[in-house]
């Protein structure tokens, strides 16, 4: 089992910065594949980013929507995942959720946290 806690939201202005941090506990961190997905009312939810197991060389993946503004990274020895978040929109605002599996990020990764909240305002 692996437990995930996600910290870091809150309102902000458009153009402002938020990072968003995922804390794991419960197995070695950098076996797994880490990834962030968000959720906006009545929408479905959807990949921000992704980041490989930890190891001599990682990998970020991107949604185009957030390419270039959005960066993701993990602090293994900390068991935590982060998303730093800049030049923020108000089509940004959703649920944002932390999710972890031994082999890749998708919709339907092993392990999920309750998510935390994101509000830009215009």
């Known amino acids: 089992q692996v437990q995930l806690v996600e910290s870091g939201g809150g309102l902000v202005q458009a153009g402002g910065s938020l990072r968003l941090s995922c804390a794991a506990s419960?197995?070695?961190?950098?076996?797994?594949?880490m990834g962030w997905f968000r959720q906006a009312p009545g929408k479905e939810r959807e990949f921000v980013a992704a980041i490989s197991r930890g190891g001599r060389t990682t990998y970020t993946y991107y949604a185009d929507a957030v390419k270039g503004r959005f960066t993701a990274s993990r602090d293994n020895a900390k068991s935590t995942l982060y998303l730093q978040m800049n030049s923020l929109k108000p089509e940004d605002t959703a649920l944002y959720y932390c999710?972890?599996?031994?082999?890749?990020?998708?919709?339907?990764?092993?392990?999920w946290g309750q998510g935390t909240q994101v509000t830009v305002s215009s």
């Open positions: 999710a972890a599996d031994p082999a890749a990020i998708t919709t339907t990764a092993g392990y």
């Open positions: 419960g197995r070695i961190f950098s076996n797994y594949a």
